[in-house]
């Protein structure tokens, strides 16, 4: 496994695997899955309702909690000093561990400063071994990383060879903030996983057009955190340490930046106006409902998702 070294000096896998929708059901026995292959670095988040799942997985493997790098996010509902840290004292608990390796907060809205003070404070306290951002466009990213006591080790960004992310990564290594990818295959948009210049190079390494994305990824210094829910594919994923991209593969594939979101932006005032609103409902209605939430998350990267003006409530 290849390393990360994150700005406080931590040690992060620039390869593991995430459960972005991966449901709780099948949660536990995907995380197994993916330890069994030799993962040792999980993603996860309150809003994904799976922290129980990746924990039950995690104590049944018995595997060195050393070994294991575990990441959580925390969702805008817990945004303000004291709702956060209380609410990542509860991921611990789901997670069966006294500290967590990396927590990070999922969207740019609300009081993520507050939010933020709270990571701070237990950063200082262990029970954080690394603190970031998810989502965080470059404007607010060196704002956090000017104005907090503790810069953000890491930001997770939709990044992907369609959107590549270039100009959050010139500000990322200058600010000394690692990048990571989530949707690392753009979730296969726009026939990804079939684009000539992807499969083509696949062909000389005798690998899949996913292997080479996720090669690009690691050449460039982005942490992948890929997702399947089959075994196959998860070792599929893994096995990208045995080859490496020349700088005319690299240079193929830097051309294929579209530099626009397979999914939304949150730069956007419609989308803005949206999520807020959306929140707005569900605390107004008292529903924090697993199947509330799940179906806003979904709403705005997946099917059904068009715009947010048709959303908007009335």
Known sequence: MQYITLNNGVKMPILGYGVYQVTPEECER????????????????????????????????????????????????????????????????????????????????GDYFGAYRALEDLYDEGKIRAIGISNFYVDRMVDMASFCRVKPMVNQME????????????WAKKYD???EAWAPFGEGREDMFANPVLTEIGKKYNK??????????????????????????????????DFALSSEDMQEISALD?????????????????FAKMLEEIKHNHDSSKEKLVDFISQMFYPGFTHPRDFLLT
Request: aromatic letters at 10%; a neutral charge; one cysteine or more.
């Open 159 to 170: 990044t992907h060879p369609f959107n590549q992310q270039k100009e959050l990564k010139e």
């Open 30 to 109: 995907c995380v197994s899955d993916a330890l069994s292959v030799g993962y040792r670095s999980i993603d996860t988040a309150q809003a994904y309702f799976n922290e129980e799942a990746v924990g039950r997985a995690v104590a049944k493997r018995g595997i060195d909690r050393k070994e294991l790098f575990l990441t959580s996010k925390i969702w805008v509902e817990f945004y303000g000093y004291e709702a956060a840290k209380k609410s990542v004292l509860v991921s611990l608990e789901k997670l069966q561990t006294d500290y967590v390796d990396l927590m990070l907060l999922h969207q740019p809205f």
């Open 177 to 179: 903030i690692r990048l």
């Open 258 to 274: 579209k530099n626009t979101s397979s999914f939304l932006s949150h730069r956007d005032p419609n989308m803005v106006e949206w």
């Open 208 to 241: 899949t057009a996913a292997q080479v994305i996720l090669r690009w990824h690691i050449q460039n210094g982005v942490i992948v955190i890929p997702k399947s829910t089959h075994k196959e594919r998860m070792e599929e994923n893994f096995n990208v340490f």
